[in-house]
């Protein structure tokens, strides 16, 4: 599937979406167990970074626009978040499903996440942690 480019209104894959929304079948505990993926470059710790940004808060968070990590997003990003990428729930999804597609150009080398399910319990459990 080809996602259209991120500064249009079509922000999500179909796929992501289509069943219900993202988070209403999300289980924490399973997307902690998912997140350990994700943990050799990403912490929930606030402002605690590593290879990627801290997703402490990401939640309503423009697109590289974490102030501790920001020399370190790559261009693309940088460019997303200045277009008005914002990381809601949907455009959150649709970049755990392809990365490489919502944003082109990105330095995430983790190429998605196939299944739904997971992609939701993420999202849930990434809700969980910054509260």
Known sequence: MRLIAWGAPALVAASVLATS??????DAAAGKKIFARCQACHDLAADKNKLGPS???????????????????????K????GGLVWDEANIAAYLKAPKEKVPGNKMAFPGLKEDADIQNVIAYIEEASK
């Not at 929304?21 to 999300?26: I, K, N, S």
């Not at 590289?64 to 261009?75: C, I, Q, R, T, V």
């Not at 460019?79 to 200045?82: D, F, I, S, T």
């Open 55 to 77: 997703l402490n808060g990401v939640i309503g968070r423009k697109a590289g626009s974490l102030p501790s990590f920001e020399a370190k997003y790559s261009d693309a990003m």
């Open 79 to 82: 460019q997303a978040g200045a």
């Open 21 to 26: 929304p993202v988070h209403a079948a999300g």
